[in-house]
């Protein structure tokens, strides 16, 4: 079974939805979890604008708390998948030597643009993005 953790700076918007998108995508033989670097929307639900996104998508985010990442969640993963260079930066500094071989940024070389503030189209966007990056984790679609 693989282990995936997404992580975003909040874990509000982006992680979230990827954690839902890699979880439909990767099946029974996946676990993901999310994680957000700062605690501001510890429990909280994910962002209604992502919600929306994700409902469009065929995806039900309503069930989401925030999180904020730990040591123990770095151990669990079998990889770390940072939303941007920001954010793989700060796990970098945080994580232990033996996690470090586990960072990667989502899309690879690139980052997801984080939509907040922003209207309900760049939640779309974003939520579009993070979908067709599954594939770069996840070899076949879901059943």
């Known amino acids: ?13 982006r992680s979230p939805f990827a954690q839902i998108a890699l979880a439909h995508r990767g099946g029974p033989d996946m676990r993901v979890r999310s994680a957000g670097l700062i605690g501001k929307w510890q429990d909280q639900p994910a962002n209604e604008s992502m919600v929306k996104a994700a409902r469009r998508l065929g995806h039900d985010l309503t069930g989401h708390r925030g999180q904020q990442i730990t040591l123990d969640m770095l151990d669990w993963a079998d990889a770390v ?45 974003c939520a579009v993005l993070i979908e067709a990056g599954t594939a ?8």
């Open 81 to 125: 998948l940072a939303m941007d260079a920001s954010v793989l930066d700060t796990v970098r500094a945080i994580c232990t030597q033996a996690n470090e071989p586990k960072l990667a940024l989502y899309l690879g070389n690139r980052d997801v643009p984080d939509p907040m503030g922003q209207d309900d189209a760049a939640f779309n966007d």
């Open 136 to 143: 770069l984790h996840v070899g076949r679609p879901s059943q």
């Open 1 to 13: 079974m693989r282990k995936l953790l997404t992580v975003c700076l909040g874990n509000y918007c």
